[in-house]
């Protein structure tokens, strides 16, 4: 790791610009919707898009790893306006791989709370087969249902109603070998968890039948917005003889009631044609399931004193209601559960005798209790736990590892054996990874979460340094079979001394039984074997960080749009009076910049922004100032700090910012701030940090290389989230190989690319330097450069030498006080070693560095929950579930 050259130090030492030290946040960091209800248009990526009030989220990361995405074919595409709401129906999601694929839902409200789930379907002969598949549907570990079309334009829905036992809905899609499964789109609404109760026992009620009786127009329905709930309401009238439909054009309003029923849907009912017959509703409900059926009455008709209307109404021969009388402007639902053993065919409504008027009914909601067989593995062993941290933690990719580990039986994860007696809470007993080119340590706490396991193969991987000696606190663990690994050091005494373990560790020469045997290998010293072998445990220590860092991937996005881009038409213009009075006459000074200082600003509604003034002395500043805000206007993600408006008047100009209240990490980290920021914290503002890195490298194109990447220009919020400031230097490459020649000085000394020194590029791969160094900013706490009495000494050599000898305790922050994830830092300064590589083409792409962060977060939360290993350690944050967010501006479309 060669250094930077100290011909360049006098040119630039200290010279920091820090353009602005604060800001605030303006809009909360995500812009979805508030109630959490979530809608994905399946097979369409990668951008999210409304459509007639639905915001539709891309398909995809985080809520399904598997499957292809399709279009319908051409003669089945909707395009018309009046088709226009289901032209979400158009691409769709096919899972040609696996017998079970599954979707992952994570609403923010999390367990025990009711959540309306509705998938659609609808085949449109994507695969130019002309032949329509029959599959089931699993809600979590249990049947849904079964989705038959009847041809390739029918559309089917599936909903159902169900309290979440856990924080994620697995909603899984399961091959009978009767074609291949797809899913169109995929909604989830939050409901209020007294809304149609009684739910028996907690068990999913799947919809039959929502109708609204009366509404004229055959092919209309009232759905959200105009119901609250998400639910959707079609026309009933079919389903009825001898009926017409009635409407009121009162204004009602229902939304202070439980049911929160739609005016549209209250409004319109319908009453028998000839007033002497009974109203007969067709359900058909058959026999062998249990039911729950929803009648819903409101009375919009004002009658005089001695008018009533009263009604009996029958189910069954033995489930009716007599006298049931309706009062003006008041909903009335009559709630029924239907058994097994009885067959509901039609309901039938008639006046009750002294009733004065004929019958009515508004709605009716049929509903089919799904009953469960499964249970889902136990919470720590399961999917989002153990399982989900050895997934992550070593990158496995097995189509049958989705959904629940251990259930249904017939679709557990390969590698995965489980005890589920009958009626019991399944646990994995045993876990065979053997061959599966795992690589890195041992993750002994994740291992030992499994605390039923009695046998765990990691055999034939490249497993790498010491046995963990976490891995003796398994109680029952009877099989360790670590044999052709490169495991090195001691084994601990704890595992070789278990009873009842048989051990195999054969295959790994680095392993040493007895203390005196390692101290004899390690005191050859001199001898050339020893050099060799410490030279090889050199090369690893180096190569494989580089060849993880170096991993490929697609890249996500292209969405910068090509027009040049006048941030005057995006952003809001503020007179310079409204700058004076929003500045209080330009009060406070929050930083200073090389253009001019930037002030503390509060909007109209208490909202704070930071103010970055161009001074009229500096010519210079402002290309910059203009190039920043052009810039972000184009640009926008959570990660990047966000432009608010703009003053240009005369010689006035200023923008206006999201202020952000913790300030800059620089000063954070090492300034005179009190307060100690947790390595978890230190991970995630890496990992934002890298997320909008990566969106500027990977989700821009053309590309943006930032240019002046620094812990200055990383700004934190309220709550610690991390975004990238500061794009005056900001360039937009025409292509993903062109580099940028400059003889302008651009960026800080320091955090500079050593390459830009030999040949003057600058390309996305002097970011990732620069972000590096942030790194290790965050991991020791020290600046970039640090001024002694012998000179100035770059961090980068300073914690290369500590580096090579794996010294992490003199590494890591001393104000961490040792209060960090071994495994996390460790990882971590892998990562920046390949960050800061001399030679640029070595760095791996920010795509790989925000991966492989992730991965760290995911090792920092387990951690962490073991220690208070509460009932609230699996709500912790899942950081599987953790997304760089949303890749386009609020406002488009
Ligand atoms: C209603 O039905 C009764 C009995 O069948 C019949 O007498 C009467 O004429 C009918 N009324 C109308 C308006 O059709
Ligand atoms: C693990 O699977 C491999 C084949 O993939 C098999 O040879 C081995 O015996 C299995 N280990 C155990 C403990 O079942
Ligand atoms: C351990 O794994 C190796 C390779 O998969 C196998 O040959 C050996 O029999 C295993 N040992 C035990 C005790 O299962």
New binding site residues.
Partial sequence: MKSTPLWILGLYAFVSFIFFSHSVQVAADDDSNDSGAMSIDCGLTPESWDNNDFHYEADGSPFVESGKVYSVSSEHTLTSDEEQSWQQLNTLRSFPEGQRNCYTLAPKQGRGNKYLIRAFFKYGNYDKNNSIPTFDLHLGVNYWTTIYLSDSSDVVRSEVIHVAQSDHIDVCLINKGQGTPFISSLELWPLPIKLYQPTPNLLPLALTTRRNFGMTERFDFVRYPNDPYGRSWFQGDKDTKNSRPISTSIAIDDDSKEYKLPKEVLSTAITPLNSSFPLVVNVNASTNHEYYVYLHFFEFEKHSQNQQRSMDIAFTDSIRDNNVTLEYLQLQTIVHRIPRELSLTNISITSSPGSTLPPIVNDLEIYRVRHKQNSPTREGDGKFDAMRNIRHGYNIMRISWQGDPCMPEDYRWE?VTCNNYSGSIPRII?L?L??SRLDGEIMGTIFSKLDMLE?L?L?NNQLTGEIPESLAKVANLK?L?LTGNDLIGLVPESLEEKSGLTLSLDGNPGLCHTASSCKTKTLIGPLVASAIASAAVLLIAIFIPIMLCKRKRKPQNAMLPKKGGDFRSKCQAFSLEEVVSMTNNFESVIGEGGFGKVYLGKLQHGIQVAVKLLSKSSHQGFTEFESEAKLLSLVYHKNLVSLIGYCDDGDMKALIYEYMAKGNLLHLLTGKSPYVIKWKERLQIAFDAACGLNYLHNGCNPPIVHRDLKSSNILLSENMHAKIADFGLCKVFASDTDTHISTRPAGTFGYLDPEFHRCGNLHKNSDVYSFGIILLELMTGRPAIIKTSEGINHIVDWVTPKFKVGDMESIMDPKLEGKFNIASARKVIEIAMCCIETSAVKRPDINNVENDLKQCLALETNNESEESSSLFSSSTFDTSFYQCGSHSPPSVR
Avoid: H, I, L
């Fill in positions: 590698g045993s065979n053997s061959s046998s193969d055999s099989v079979n």
